[in-house]
């Protein structure tokens, strides 16, 4: 399938929100292991002067693209169909300034190889303040290990503080705990805030009056 380009997309949110120095860090080189069962060589490097991938917000057609398939990767996620599917895009997209779901798309496939999200919880305290969750960060089997999950959890943190959260936090699984750690290090977390729990970790990784990157 050839790539599409975001100009041609329906997109959840406006693609200006992602900052620039994450998409300039993704990779531009990968060898990726893709299923036996599909390709007679399954080991495959790719490699030029671009990136063989696109991070952009969530598309209404990304359905399609293997959304669902993605966050199966992460938790059960049963195919609900491609107007469910659609439905809920657009009752996400209908709460302003909200719900902000970035994918990873494959240059070569047309695919989405990653997912994660971020909302905006609205308070009553801080002059009626905003605190941004992050959450459902999933990478696909055969693209994980090349930090595409923390430019992820980048690109959300960036928009997050963009749109006038006082923090943000990460909502991850104890079975993603060892991620966590590599992200405090490479983020440069300067703060005792972010700690697993025993069930689920919940980590302050950005709070504007106090963190630095």
Same mark, same amino acid.
């Given at each position: 399938m050839p790539f599409t380009p975001d100009a041609a997309l329906d997109l959840l949110f406006p693609e200006e929100l992602i900052p620039q120095h994450v998409k300039d860090e993704l990779p531009s080189d990968l060898h990726v292991r893709l299923p036996v069962q599909r390709y007679p060589h399954p080991l495959i490097f790719l490699t030029g002067t671009e990136p063989v991938v696109q991070i952009r917000p969530l598309a209404s057609t990304d359905y399609d693209r293997g959304h669902l398939s993605v966050l199966n990767v992460l938790s059960q996620t049963p195919d609900v169909g491609a107007d469910a599917w659609a /439905?809920?895009?657009h009752d996400l997209r209908s /709460?302003?300034?909200t719900y902000y779901i970035l994918v990873v798309v494959s240059r070569d496939t047309d695919q989405i190889v990653g997912s994660g999200g971020a909302f905006v919880e609205r308070k009553f305290l801080r002059g009626l303040g905003r605190v941004g969750h992050i959450e459902d960060i999933?990478?696909?089997r055969e693209m994980q290990g090349k930090k595409l999950g923390l430019r992820i959890i980048q690109a959300l943190t960036h928009i997050s503080e963009g749109v006038g959260c006082y923090k943000t936090i990460l909502n991850c699984s104890d079975a993603n705990i060892r991620a966590f750690i590599v992200f405090r290090r490479e983020m440069g977390c300067i703060t005792d805030?972010?700690?697993?729990?025993?069930?689920?970790?919940?980590?302050?990784?950005s709070r504007n009056e106090k963190m630095k990157w």
């Open positions: /439905t809920q895009f /709460t302003p300034a999933a990478v696909a805030s972010c700690r697993p729990s025993q069930r689920s970790m919940r980590s302050v990784v």
